[in-house]
């Protein structure tokens, strides 16, 4: 019998407890489920109805393998949500880019392309920004993520440097909000808004995920937040799911990223975020491709 597979990571085998929430209601749809770890060999993708991109938190550490896996199973006809097309330009955070293009509104970053020698303290110090997050282009996680002062920038030229000459580096103004008031998550099903969260870092850190200490709560966002949050996710293709990361800053919510690979959804901080999760992709299975 065909089955939807939960794509994760070998961390977590038989899913996050986020994730398997959606057992349960899946089921009431007639969709059984199963755990795959994407990068096991043994594991026979052809078995499944599709694949659901969820807790491959190891991906960017072979971003590579990840993209040839899921170009496979695009190849070998076996949906993948998000579509494989979104996945590749996700993958890489440069599509900070082009949303800015399109009139969405980012945090404040510089990039270094191939070629470009660039003095980080001189260069922050043109900027004005007394501190700033210098992170890889691939990442997750807060992976070889540094936060740096105009005054000790030196520190982290060895990682701009070394970013730059492998998988490419940015540099973001960072945001004194995100200490203040917190980072907003948003989540959306079927480019529909389903629940938000309110995230902040510890005290003297700046990385807001769990892993660091730092803290998530269930919070209305402001109507200007929603509405900006709605306008980045209606700035790409269709998305089954999306988590809007973003600060507000001046009255406005800068987009900080746009997660479409593998994003923790906060299913278990909204009672009914797993039902509406489940009713999404079981419409999306329902149809025709």
């Known amino acids: 019998m065909p ?3 939960l794509a994760t990571s070998s961390k977590y085998s038989n899913l996050t407890d986020d994730d398997r929430l959606l057992v349960e209601p899946l089921s009431r749809h007639g969709i059984r489920t199963e755990p795959a770890i994407w990068n096991d060999p043994s594991y026979d993708w052809a078995s499944c109805c599709a694949v659901i991109i969820r807790s491959c938190w190891d991906y960017h550490l072979q971003p590579g393998k990840f993209i040839c896996w899921v170009t496979e199973l695009e190849s070998a006809k ?4 998000n579509s494989v097309g979104l996945v590749r330009w996700n993958a890489n955070k440069s599509y900070l880019r082009e949303l800015e293009a399109k009139g969405v509104e980012i945090v404040p970053t510089f ?12 260069r922050l110090r043109e900027l004005g920004w007394h501190n700033a997050v210098v992170k890889p282009r691939i990442s997750a996680t807060a992976y ?8 000790d920038a030196e520190a982290g030229q060895a990682l701009f440097d070394d970013l730059r000459r492998s998988a490419g580096v940015m ?3 960072f945001m004194e909000g995100i ?17 938000a969260v309110l995230k902040k870092p510890k005290r003297g850190d700046f990385r807001v995920q769990n892993d660091f200490g730092g803290t998530a709560r269930l919070a209305d966002p ?23 990361d973003g600060v507000v800053d001046s009255g ?5 990223e746009l997660e479409l690979i593998e994003p923790a959804l906060f299913l278990s901080d909204d009672p009914v975020a797993p039902t509406r999760f489940a009713d999404a992709i079981a419409r999306a299975l329902a149809q025709p491709r």
Do not use: C
Not at 111 to 122: F, Q
Not at 144 to 151: D, F
Not at 223 to 244: E, F, G, K
């Open 3 to 5: 089955h939807l597979a």
């Open 78 to 81: 076996i949906p993948v949500y």
């Open 111 to 122: 990039w270094a392309d191939d070629g470009d020698l660039i003095d980080l303290p001189e």
């Open 144 to 151: 070889r993520t540094q936060l740096v002062s105009a005054e």
């Open 171 to 173: 540099v973001q103004k």
């Open 179 to 195: 200490a203040t008031e917190g980072e907003w998550s948003l989540m959306f099903f079927s480019g529909a808004y389903s629940h």
């Open 222 to 244: 402001p109507p200007h937040v929603l509405q900006s949050a709605i306008r980045a996710v209606n700035a790409v293709d269709s998305t089954l799911y999306a988590r809007v």
């Open 252 to 256: 406005r919510l800068l987009l900080m």
